[in-house]
Protein backbone atom coordinates (compact mmCIF):
# COMPACT_ATOMS: atom_id res chain seq x y z
CA UNK A 1 0.00 0.00 0.00
CA UNK A 2 2.54 2.44 0.68
CA UNK A 3 4.84 2.01 -2.98
CA UNK A 4 1.18 2.88 -4.35
CA UNK A 5 0.74 6.29 -2.10
CA UNK A 6 4.53 7.00 -3.20
CA UNK A 7 3.75 6.20 -6.97
CA UNK A 8 0.70 8.66 -6.90
CA UNK A 9 3.10 10.96 -5.35
CA UNK A 10 5.30 10.63 -8.15
CA UNK A 11 2.54 10.63 -10.60
CA UNK A 12 1.68 13.84 -9.06
CA UNK A 13 4.88 15.43 -9.44
CA UNK A 14 5.08 14.52 -13.22
CA UNK A 15 1.60 15.78 -13.73
CA UNK A 16 2.68 19.18 -11.53
CA UNK A 17 6.44 19.30 -13.58
CA UNK A 18 4.41 19.20 -16.72
CA UNK A 19 2.47 22.46 -16.38
CA UNK A 20 5.04 24.27 -15.18
CA UNK A 21 7.66 23.25 -17.92
CA UNK A 22 5.59 22.93 -20.64
CA UNK A 23 2.66 24.70 -19.80
CA UNK A 24 0.05 21.97 -20.58
CA UNK A 25 -3.38 21.58 -18.66
CA UNK A 26 -5.67 19.06 -18.16
CA UNK A 27 -7.84 17.60 -15.20
CA UNK A 28 -5.69 14.29 -15.15
CA UNK A 29 -2.36 13.39 -15.90
CA UNK A 30 -2.97 10.81 -18.84
CA UNK A 31 -4.58 13.85 -20.74
CA UNK A 32 -1.38 16.47 -19.93
CA UNK A 33 0.75 13.33 -20.87
CA UNK A 34 -1.27 13.32 -24.17
CA UNK A 35 -0.80 17.13 -24.69
CA UNK A 36 2.75 17.22 -24.34
CA UNK A 37 3.19 13.76 -25.99
CA UNK A 38 5.04 15.67 -29.12
CA UNK A 39 7.66 17.42 -26.72
CA UNK A 40 8.87 14.33 -24.75
CA UNK A 41 11.67 12.56 -26.03
CA UNK A 42 11.08 9.65 -27.82
CA UNK A 43 12.58 7.60 -24.91
CA UNK A 44 10.23 8.68 -22.93
CA UNK A 45 7.33 8.07 -24.67
CA UNK A 46 7.00 4.60 -23.79
CA UNK A 47 7.17 5.87 -19.92
CA UNK A 48 4.74 8.62 -20.69
CA UNK A 49 2.21 5.34 -21.98
CA UNK A 50 3.29 3.40 -18.78
CA UNK A 51 1.82 6.11 -16.67
CA UNK A 52 -0.93 6.25 -18.29
CA UNK A 53 -1.76 2.92 -17.87
CA UNK A 54 -0.83 3.08 -14.18
CA UNK A 55 -3.29 6.59 -13.77
CA UNK A 56 -6.28 4.22 -15.46
CA UNK A 57 -5.00 1.16 -12.76
CA UNK A 58 -5.17 3.59 -9.77
CA UNK A 59 -8.71 4.39 -10.18
CA UNK A 60 -9.97 1.16 -9.68
CA UNK A 61 -9.83 -0.46 -5.46
CA UNK A 62 -8.32 -3.78 -6.96
CA UNK A 63 -6.42 -3.31 -10.03
CA UNK A 64 -4.96 -0.41 -7.86
CA UNK A 65 -3.32 -3.20 -5.95
CA UNK A 66 -1.18 -4.18 -8.72
CA UNK A 67 0.85 -0.86 -9.07
CA UNK A 68 3.87 -2.33 -6.97
CA UNK A 69 5.69 -3.89 -10.35
CA UNK A 70 9.15 -1.55 -10.76
CA UNK A 71 8.34 -0.39 -14.22
CA UNK A 72 5.94 1.89 -13.18
CA UNK A 73 8.34 3.75 -10.54
CA UNK A 74 11.37 3.37 -12.89
CA UNK A 75 8.46 5.62 -15.39
CA UNK A 76 7.84 7.92 -13.41
CA UNK A 77 11.16 8.84 -11.83
CA UNK A 78 12.64 8.73 -15.53
CA UNK A 79 9.39 11.08 -16.26
CA UNK A 80 11.02 13.45 -13.33
CA UNK A 81 14.19 13.43 -13.67
CA UNK A 82 13.53 14.41 -17.34
CA UNK A 83 11.24 17.31 -16.43
CA UNK A 84 13.38 18.16 -13.58
CA UNK A 85 16.04 19.47 -16.32
CA UNK A 86 14.45 21.67 -17.95
CA UNK A 87 14.53 25.36 -17.91
CA UNK A 88 12.04 27.38 -18.92
CA UNK A 89 13.57 30.47 -18.84
CA UNK A 90 16.50 29.66 -21.55
CA UNK A 91 13.64 27.43 -23.42
CA UNK A 92 11.85 30.96 -23.57
CA UNK A 93 15.26 33.07 -24.60
CA UNK A 94 16.12 29.99 -27.18
CA UNK A 95 12.71 30.92 -28.83
CA UNK A 96 13.06 34.29 -28.97
CA UNK A 97 16.51 34.49 -30.06
CA UNK A 98 15.56 32.26 -32.88
CA UNK A 99 12.52 34.16 -34.19
CA UNK A 100 15.40 37.22 -34.39
CA UNK A 101 17.43 35.01 -36.06
CA UNK A 102 14.66 34.60 -38.50
CA UNK A 103 14.25 38.13 -39.16
CA UNK A 104 17.58 39.61 -39.67
CA UNK A 105 18.10 36.94 -42.49
CA UNK A 106 14.93 38.06 -44.13
CA UNK A 107 15.92 41.60 -43.49
CA UNK A 108 18.76 40.81 -44.75
CA UNK A 109 17.68 38.85 -48.22
CA UNK A 110 15.56 41.59 -48.65
CA UNK A 111 18.96 44.16 -48.42
CA UNK A 112 20.67 41.78 -51.21
CA UNK A 113 17.81 41.45 -53.77
CA UNK A 114 16.96 45.24 -53.31
CA UNK A 115 20.92 46.06 -54.41
CA UNK A 116 20.87 43.45 -56.83
CA UNK A 117 17.72 44.87 -58.46
CA UNK A 118 18.98 48.35 -58.41
CA UNK A 119 22.23 46.87 -60.28
CA UNK A 120 20.02 45.27 -62.84
CA UNK A 121 18.32 48.67 -63.61
CA UNK A 122 21.59 50.50 -63.91
CA UNK A 123 21.02 52.82 -60.68
CA UNK A 124 24.43 51.34 -59.16
Known sequence: ??????LSARMDDVSRLLKEKHGVRGSTLARRLRRANAR???R?????????EAETLSDHPRLAMTLNDARYMRAADAM?????????????KGFWLGVLGGMAFNLL??????LVALAVLGYI
Open 109 to 114: AALILF
Open 80 to 92: VEHLDTIDVADRR
Open 44 to 52: LRQDAQILQ
Open 40 to 42: LPR
Open 1 to 6: MQETSE
